[in-house]
């Protein structure tokens, strides 16, 4: 390994000419044929960190001192020519350094003085109204002034002394007062007379039912209960097997003669084993027969003992019964005059 003296390239060992430049591998860049040369692991450090030869040894040629023909690179041709260094221009003269001037430590502000006035400037002061003073004490006189009348009102009016009422009182006798001219004179005594309010009725409603009668909803709701009550005067005593209470919601002069005592055994037989219920006032209206003022409709089931069931079916326990009635009015109360048409059949 050889370096070129013109260029400075490094170049291999065997190389006649540099690799870079062109330039002739110089002489003395030859080494010696032999063993490499090697140095002792001892030998001390140079101040760049490279090592130096052994004590001892000859210092390196300075190339300041080489002859123009034999300087590192030189070669035919070109022994005429001096070494790079010596055509090179020397360095001009670094300035001399000028002097730093001196740092001045900055200032510090100058501290600002205290100051008492506010940040921001009150508002001008527009000064109180002057009337509002005169104002505040006839304001008091006023409260004062109606406060007394108020309390000394029953001694300024007359027949003061009095306590006021609310509403009408009831005075308790204090016996006969005398006048002036020495006469008894009797005392008033005040009362309290209830006042009745008035009501208007509104128009009637029909029941559902009364007693152990339905009524049908189509009914006339101003006459079908006081009929329905009949009907459950009768069925209730008819359930009861209390002839007599039955024959009582019946009119004397109806089918039944009551005075005929067989009619009336003949009734009480007949209604000795029978029990009714699912009673229906279907329809009530005028009584076109002329026996009564109405005619009722009404169904109902009837449940007896063999032999008291009806004609031509008397071994029949439970029958439906489909009855016309005509009802009157005797006295005011209505009655059962006795049916006008009579359906049946088995339950």
């Known amino acids: 390994m050889w370096q070129c003296g013109v260029c400075g390239s490094s170049n291999t060992g065997d190389a006649a000419a540099c690799a870079s430049c062109?330039?002739?591998?110089?002489?003395?860049?030859?080494?010696?044929a032999g063993p490499p040369v090697s140095w002792p692991a001892s030998a001390p450090a140079d101040a760049f960190g490279s090592w130096s030869p052994a004590a001892g040894a000859p210092p390196p040629a300075d190339p300041a001192h080489f002859p123009a023909d034999n300087w590192p690179g030189a070669g035919p041709g070109l022994g005429d020519q001096p070494p790079p260094w010596a055509t090179q221009p020397p360095a001009p003269p670094q300035p001399a350094p000028q002097p730093t001037p001196p740092q001045v430590p900055p200032q510090a502000p100058p501290p600002v003085p205290w100051s008492t006035e506010p940040a921001y400037p009150a508002p001008p002061n527009?000064?109180?109204?002057v009337w509002i003073f005169p104002a505040i004490v006839a304001l008091v006189l006023l409260l004062a002034g109606g406060t007394v009348a108020f309390v000394l009102r029953d001694k300024w009016l007359p027949g003061g002394g009095a306590n006021p009422t609310t509403g009408p009182t009831t005075a308790r006798p204090t016996g006969p007062t005398a006048d002036p001219t020495g006469?008894?004179?009797?005392t008033a005594t005040?009362?309290?007379?209830?006042?009745?309010?008035?009501?208007?009725?509104?128009?009637?409603?029909?029941p559902a039912s009364v007693g152990s009668v339905k009524l049908d909803p189509s009914l006339d709701p101003a006459k079908a209960p006081a009929v329905a009550a009949v009907f459950d005067k009768y069925f209730t005593a008819v359930n009861a097997r209390n002839a007599t209470a039955a024959l009582a919601a019946l009119d004397p002069n109806g089918s039944i003669n009551q005075g005929d005592a067989n009619a009336v055994k003949r009734f009480t037989d007949g209604i000795s084993t029978s029990t009714d219920d699912d009673i229906l006032l279907l329809a009530l209206g005028p009584d076109p027969t002329g026996k009564g003022q109405l005619q009722a409709r009404v169904t109902f089931r009837s449940q007896q003992q063999p032999g008291k069931g009806p004609k031509g079916r008397e071994s029949e326990t439970c029958t439906r019964w489909d009855v016309t009635y005509s009802i009157t009015q005797p006295g005011g109360e209505y009655r059962i005059w006795g049916s006008t048409n009579a359906g049946n059949r088995p339950c």
């Open 22 to 32: 062109g330039a002739a591998r110089p002489q003395s860049a030859a080494l010696p």
């Open 126 to 129: 527009r000064g109180r109204p």
């Open 183 to 186: 006469t008894a004179t009797p």
């Open 190 to 206: 005040a009362t309290n007379t209830p006042t009745a309010t008035p009501t208007t009725a509104g128009p009637p409603t029909l």
